[in-house]
């Protein structure tokens, strides 16, 4: 749709002719024909790029607030959500974003083989380093078969530049590409700045995350936790009906990934293990507090805490 409504403004240069339409070459730019429907193309270009992308850009702004406990918003969404983590849900414009700029390279270079494979193959680089960094794809594989996909056409629109003839004299050239290797380095130069300086800041302890943040995170953490305890044990909701929202709410590796964050919090911080069984009604927790010896020792070190703090307070009454 994109590309089909920015062919009323991909003109193309001739060196003895007037500039015609890529698309259909045997309309002039300057005819009166094409000038008199200009509000056509106009109003194409907001019905459906600009249109769409702001209607699509939209629902994902609302989605944290309507997603939940909203079942007609959330089936009617499905195919622009569905297919991202629950936490990078923002993802289906970025992707839209792309094929937009994708649909404007023949608007802004008609007829420049090398400024269309140039910035083809820049907007490609900038998508795969978004991507790497989100993995956005609910599924490990298509993570990386998107980012491999996007390298591999960014390298090829390179070394297509290798064969594509240069009509155009290296002075022309050079006051045409200019800015985008100034953008670029000046990018490139006040990223490597922002990273030394980050790691300034950090190894001063300037930045980094807040003793409030955390303290908020490990009190949510413990709130949820209470809330499934609570409805478990009240019956509010069965075993087997949180099994099945979680198989619709996360797929299988990221139940898996999220079982072993559990099971690693569990024995670092409570020193407790969840033992799996095959059956659903094998799963129970276990508390492993350890050998009888460890236990023994445990106890040992508290009474001798709980000695050393009540000599400390009798100390001063002597």
Same mark, same amino acid.
């Given at each position: 749709?994109?590309?089909?409504?920015? +062919?009323?403004?991909?003109?193309?240069?001739?060196?003895?002719?007037?500039? =015609?339409?890529?698309?259909?070459?045997?309309?002039?730019?300057?005819?009166?024909?094409? =000038?008199g429907i200009m509000a056509i193309g106009?109003?194409?270009?907001?019905a459906y790029p600009l249109l769409i992308?702001?209607?699509?850009?939209?629902?994902?702004?609302?989605?944290?607030?309507?997603?939940?406990?909203?079942?007609?918003?959330?089936?009617?969404?499905?195919?622009?959500?569905?297919?991202?983590?629950?936490?990078?849900?923002?993802?289906?414009?970025?992707?839209?974003?792309?094929?937009?700029?994708?649909?404007?390279?023949?608007?802004?270079?008609?007829?420049?083989?090398?400024?269309?494979?140039?910035?083809?193959?820049?907007?490609?680089?900038?998508?795969?380093?978004?991507?790497?960094?989100?993995?956005?794809?609910?599924?490990?594989?298509?993570?990386?078969?998107?980012?491999?996909?996007?390298?591999?056409?960014?390298?090829?629109?390179?070394?297509?530049?290798?064969?594509?003839?240069?009509?155009? *004299?290296?002075?022309?050239?050079?006051?045409?590409?200019?800015?985008?290797? $100034?953008?670029?380095?000046?990018?490139? $130069?006040?990223? $490597?700045?922002?990273?030394?300086?980050?790691?300034?800041?950090?190894?001063?302890?300037?930045?980094?995350?807040?003793?409030?943040?955390?303290?908020?995170?490990?009190?949510?953490?413990?709130?949820?936790?209470?809330?499934?305890?609570?409805?478990?044990?009240?019956?509010?909701?069965?075993?087997?009906?949180?099994?099945?929202?979680?198989? +619709?709410?996360?797929?299988?590796? *990221? +139940?898996?990934?999220?079982?072993?964050?559990?099971?690693? =919090?569990?024995?670092?911080?409570?020193?407790?293990?969840?033992?799996?069984?095959?059956?659903?009604?094998?799963?129970?927790?276990?508390?492993?507090?350890?050998?009888?010896?460890?236990?023994?020792?445990?106890?040992?070190?508290?009474?001798?805490?709980?000695?050393? *703090?009540?000599?400390?307070?009798?100390?001063?009454?002597?």
């Amino acid at each position: 749709l994109c590309k089909m409504s920015f +062919q009323f403004f991909e003109c193309q240069d001739h060196p003895t002719a007037p500039s =015609t339409l890529v698309s259909y070459p045997d309309i002039s730019c300057g005819d009166d024909d094409r =000038t008199g429907i200009m509000a056509i193309g106009v109003l194409a270009v907001l019905a459906y790029p600009l249109l769409i992308f702001s209607t699509m850009t939209t629902l994902c702004f609302i989605a944290p607030k309507m997603y939940t406990g909203n079942a007609n918003f959330k089936t009617g969404t499905g195919f622009l959500l569905a297919r991202w983590k629950p936490t990078i849900w923002y993802f289906g414009p970025a992707v839209m974003l792309r094929n937009l700029c994708f649909a404007l390279i023949g608007v802004a270079y008609p007829s420049d083989g090398i400024a269309q494979l140039v910035l083809a193959s820049s907007i490609l680089s900038i998508y795969a380093a978004f991507q790497s960094t989100q993995a956005p794809w609910r599924s490990g594989a298509l993570n990386r078969v998107d980012t491999v996909l996007t390298i591999t056409v960014s390298v090829l629109c390179m070394f297509l530049l290798t064969i594509v003839p240069m009509e155009d *004299e290296k002075e022309v050239r050079l006051d045409r590409y200019r800015p985008y290797v $100034m953008l670029f380095f000046l990018f490139a $130069m006040a990223t $490597m700045v922002g990273m030394l300086l980050y790691a300034v800041l950090f190894l001063f302890g300037k930045i980094g995350p807040s003793k409030k943040a955390t303290e908020n995170a490990t009190k949510t953490l413990m709130d949820a936790v209470k809330e499934m305890n609570r409805q478990i044990q009240s019956q509010e909701i069965s075993e087997e009906k949180v099994y099945e929202r979680l198989g +619709q709410f996360l797929t299988v590796q *990221e +139940q898996s990934a999220f079982a072993s964050l559990l099971q690693w =919090t569990l024995q670092e911080v409570f020193n407790a293990s969840v033992a799996t069984g095959s059956g659903k009604g094998s799963r129970r927790l276990s508390m492993n507090t350890g050998s009888t010896a460890e236990r023994g020792e445990r106890d040992r070190r508290a009474s001798l805490s709980k000695s050393s *703090e009540s000599q400390e307070k009798v100390a001063p009454s002597e």
